[in-house]
T-cell receptor
């Protein structure tokens, strides 16, 4: 199946710094990618839909100035957590769909563990 | 997007068949039913998808009654490595349609 990668797999940063997370579709093109956040023992929460060449669509309650999303190419979307604080510590997961194959199958990246000290 | 309801957790033993039922009373005509598996600190992995009746692949079976208001994921002869969270999602296909995750079911398989 299609492969989605994320980099880095984990990151530790100081409070107040910004962190960029990359999401790549390795063997397919994705005009749309999705970013999720998952806290311990909780489900995945959709943060935003990343659209290639246009602005991201954020879910209600997600601060767009806090979580900057850039989808500059058909294989790369980035999520930047600006001025990170300890409450931003979480597991961030991206996903993308292919335009072929299973009708509703979405491929997920391995996730990025962010820890803000 | 249709809301789903699943049991929070289930316990099983190795070699048993496990059935996880999901309720989706407000499923729309164009919605498909998809199940994902997630291990700790990993992204979810696609298991199976269906629209109606029964679907089977090398990993699981999915049973969907005629009214499509529920579905049952069946895992034959589970092993310890099947311990994971299983999510039931309903929604339309297409590359731009988002998926909303419910609470999921934590399946614990014991020896």
């Amino acid at each position: 199946g299609a492969v989605v990668s994320q980099h880095p797999s984990w990151v530790i940063c100081k409070s107040g710094t910004s962190v960029k997370i990359e999401c790549r579709s390795l063997d397919f093109q994705a005009t749309t990618m999705f970013w999720y956040r998952q806290f311990p023992k909780q489900s995945l929460m959709l943060m935003a839909t990343s659209n290639e060449g246009s602005k991201a669509t954020y879910e209600q309650g997600v601060e767009k100035d806090k979580f900057l999303i850039n989808h500059a190419s058909l294989t790369l979307s980035t999520l930047t957590v600006t001025s990170a604080h300890p409450e931003d510590s979480s597991f961030y997961i991206c996903s993308a769909r292919t335009t072929s194959g299973s009708y509703n199958e979405q491929f997920f990246g391995p996730g990025t563990r962010l820890t803000v000290l | 997007l249709a809301k789903t309801t699943q049991p929070i957790s289930m316990d099983s033993y190795e070699g048993q068949e496990v059935n996880i039922t999901c309720s989706h009373n407000n499923i729309a005509t164009n919605d498909y039913i998809t199940w994902y598996q997630q291990f700790p600190s990993q992204g979810p992995r696609f298991i199976i998808q269906g629209y109606k009746t029964k679907v089977t692949n090398e990993v699981a079976s999915l049973f969907i009654p005629a009214d499509r208001k529920s579905s049952t994921l069946s895992l034959p002869r589970v092993s310890l490595s099947d311990t994971a969270v299983y999510y039931c999602l309903v929604g339309q296909g297409g590359a731009t349609n988002k998926l909303i995750f419910g609470t999921g079911t934590l399946l614990a398989v014991q020896p």
